[in-house]
């Protein structure tokens, strides 16, 4: 394994509450990153982190924020959540400097009721 | 922003078959990943490449960085049924964002029939 832990991995929730998602790493790795996973989508990046404190968005920000106080941990948040967020959310780590890559954690499926 | 595309969309096999799918991007990439993800699951690196014209296999996989830097192929061969599940690419560019990040294509769904 990759050293990746996502927590909850499940979860129902009620639209307008705040969630918060989190992607625990034990490997040290530089860069984190938070996608999520539709239907008809594939895998479209929320945010990323590329050191501590240091955030950029993705492709599908609008709704979310990050957070990343220390190397092993990154959070992200849904401050009001609403129906279009139901998603399976996956956490993701590494690097690219060869013979390393970027690993996938196991998910977490929020369901926005 | 940058644009894959990933084909087929799905594939429907026999057992024993040769497989063959490939990604193109709008732009140039530095790294070519490939991904399989099982139902329930995250997606599971298969293989990575890093240099243009690298060939690279993993048993009975194997993929090839485009020399024009812009496509990639992964080939499965003898295909068995532990082999359906989605495959998607992934791209890193090589703009000082794009690099930072990988766009993925949007999957293939590879089914096999005994």
């Known amino acids: 394994d990759a050293g990746i832990t996502q927590s909850p991995r499940h979860k129902v929730t009620e639209t307008g509450t705040p969630v918060t998602l989190r992607c625990h790493q034990t490997?040290?790795?530089?860069?984190m990153y938070w996608y999520r996973q539709d239907p008809g989508h594939g895998l479209r990046l929320i945010h990323y982190?590329?050191?501590?404190?240091?955030?950029d968005k993705g492709e599908v920000s609008d709704g979310y924020s990050v957070s990343r106080s220390k190397t092993e941990d990154f959070l992200l948040t849904l401050e009001s959540a609403t129906s279009s967020q139901t998603s399976v959310y996956f956490c993701?780590?590494?690097?690219?400097?060869?013979?390393?890559?970027?690993?996938f954690g196991e998910g977490s499926w929020l369901t926005v009721v | 922003g940058q644009q894959l595309n990933q084909s087929p969309q799905s594939m429907f096999i026999q057992e024993g078959e040769d497989v063959s799918m490939n990604c193109t991007s709008s732009?140039?990439?530095?790294?070519w990943l490939w991904y399989k993800q099982d139902p329930g699951e995250g997606p599971v690196l298969l293989i990575a490449?890093?240099?243009?014209?690298e060939l690279t296999s993993n048993g009975r996989l194997t993929a090839q960085f485009g020399i024009t830097r812009k496509d990639s192929f992964l080939n499965i061969s003898a295909s068995i049924p532990s082999d359906v599940g989605i495959y998607f690419c992934a791209g890193r560019g090589i703009s000082s964002g794009s690099a930072r990040q990988l766009t993925f294509g949007s999957g293939t769904q590879l089914t096999v029939l005994p």
């Open positions: 490449l890093y240099k243009a014209g």
């Open positions: 993701a780590i590494g690097s690219f400097s060869p013979g390393n890559t970027i690993y």
């Open positions: 490997e040290n790795h530089r860069y």
């Open positions: 732009s140039i990439f530095n790294t």
């Open positions: 982190s590329y050191g501590v404190k240091d955030t």
